[in-house]
């Protein structure tokens, strides 16, 4: 400064005129010395760093470049030029000073909330991160970090210190526990969904009371995002996961098999003993060979020792056509390629009402892409519903307009014949 005033007197200049415009001057080289300097940070240093980076086979290193961590940190080399040089300025020296303070309390803070942007993306390139979402976790310590630094800028300009503002906060408990009670009680459910492993990312679930039916895609401090599969997003308070039910379907994910229950309704009044006829003809389809041999030899010692009356059907044990109907559905299944051989298999008789009887198929596929799943259970419905005939059995159904149609029909040829 001294320098600068000297040439300007030599140069005749009077007194105020040299100061204003030695102040000018000093400004103009400091702002110049700073950009520079931020230049060549970003230029040049954060060059041979990208250099570094792109040449490392550490996946880490290009999360950092992408989030700019060292392109924020560079601003702190202008603010620390200014601020170093604010002796110089003796009038203004303090304001530049809590100005460039001020500055750099900024910088550091969003520096640090990149920085945790870059720990949680490298935390996703792990599949532990599945699992053990932090999502929430890193939400909570950018509001801890920014309140912080809030209160640290707060106090850096009014020349206090923090831990005299941190007091006063407690004052202010009860308004902050109610801004914050989303965030509080999201972090305690992220805590808890997170320990007891209820739901991760990928997971697909079902809430029917927020039209949830979808695939989980992210979990963050206050809701879990789910994609359902019309393709629409719900969005759900994390603890509203911990307050009401839910089903997580992940246990069918990861076994390998998915459920088919669905039930066939037999006409009853289609029931009946099976006929010599009709055993000649189930003895010629292949899953029932080894079956009708086995029960028969099974029936007739039974009979014999018995000392059954044959001449009623009535009298002793008989085959039935909706009993061979049944082993031949269970053993159609077993011999299934889609179906898993090693989960439960049953086909069974539930109790019979105003729709006949139920036959259901309880058994799981080996596929459980939606896609394929579904295909199965329709084959294997498409060919039941297809085969029951051959058993001398009807599926119900209830009269529908072309039966009524039908049934006038029939009576109006009967009453002209």
């Not at 230049?39 to 040049?44: G, M, Q, T, V």
């Not at 792109?54 to 989030?67: D, L, M, P, Q, S």
């Not at 009680?185 to 697909?204: C, E, I, P």
Request: one cysteine or more.
């Amino acid at each position: 400064m001294d320098f600068i005033r000297n040439q300007l007197e030599e140069l005749g200049m009077s007194g105020p005129s040299i100061g204003y415009l030695s102040n000018v001057i000093m400004v103009i080289f400091i702002a110049v010395i700073s950009v520079l300097a931020n230049f060549i940070a970003k230029k040049l240093v954060l060059k041979a760093i990208n250099h570094i980076v792109n040449n490392n086979r550490y996946k880490w290193g290009n999360i950092i470049v992408e989030k700019k961590l060292f392109h924020k940190l560079s601003h702190l080399v202008p603010a620390i030029i200014i601020y170093y040089s604010a002796y110089i300025f003796p009038p203004y020296q303090a304001l530049i000073e809590k100005a460039a303070m001020t500055y750099m309390i900024v910088i550091m803070i969003t520096v640090l909330n990149a920085l945790l942007n870059v720990f949680d993306d490298i935390y996703r390139t792990y599949e532990v991160s599945k699992i053990r979402p932090i999502k929430s976790y890193i939400q909570v310590a950018k509001i801890v970090l920014f309140i912080i630094g809030g209160i640290i800028v707060i106090s850096s300009l009014i020349g206090q210190n923090p831990l005299i503002i941190l007091s006063g906060l407690g004052a202010l408990s009860a308004v902050l526990m109610l801004v914050f009670k989303d965030s509080i009680l999201g972090l305690v459910a992220g805590v808890q969904l997170s320990s007891n492993d209820m739901v991760r990312v990928g997971d697909w679930i079902e809430m029917p009371k927020y039209n949830a039916d979808g695939d989980v895609i992210d979990i963050t401090l206050n809701t879990v995002k789910v994609m359902n599969f019309d393709k629409t997003i719900t969005m759900i308070p994390s603890y509203a996961l911990i307050s009401d039910s839910f089903r997580n379907w992940r246990g069918m994910q990861v076994s390998g098999g998915r459920r088919i229950k669905r039930s066939i309704y037999i006409d009853t009044s289609s029931i009946s003993f099976c006929t010599e006829d009709m055993i000649r003809e189930f003895q010629k389809v292949h899953y029932l060979t080894d079956y009708i041999a086995t029960k028969l030899d099974e029936i007739n010692a039974y009979n014999m020792e018995h000392h059954i009356n044959k001449e009623s059907t009535v009298n002793g044990r008989q085959l039935t056509n909706v009993g061979v109907f049944r082993e031949y559905i269970h053993q159609y299944l077993r011999n299934h390629p889609k179906i898993h051989k090693d989960m439960t298999l049953i086909v069974r008789q539930l109790a019979s009402g105003d729709n006949g009887l139920p036959l259901e198929i309880y058994a799981f596929s080996n596929d459980i892409a939606w896609g394929v799943y579904e295909s199965v259970q329709a084959d294997i419905f498409d060919h039941i519903f297809a085969v029951a005939p051959t058993f001398g059995l009807r599926t119900f159904q209830n009269p529908t307009g072309h039966d009524i149609v039908q049934l006038k029909e029939n009576k109006q040829y009967s009453r002209e014949y």
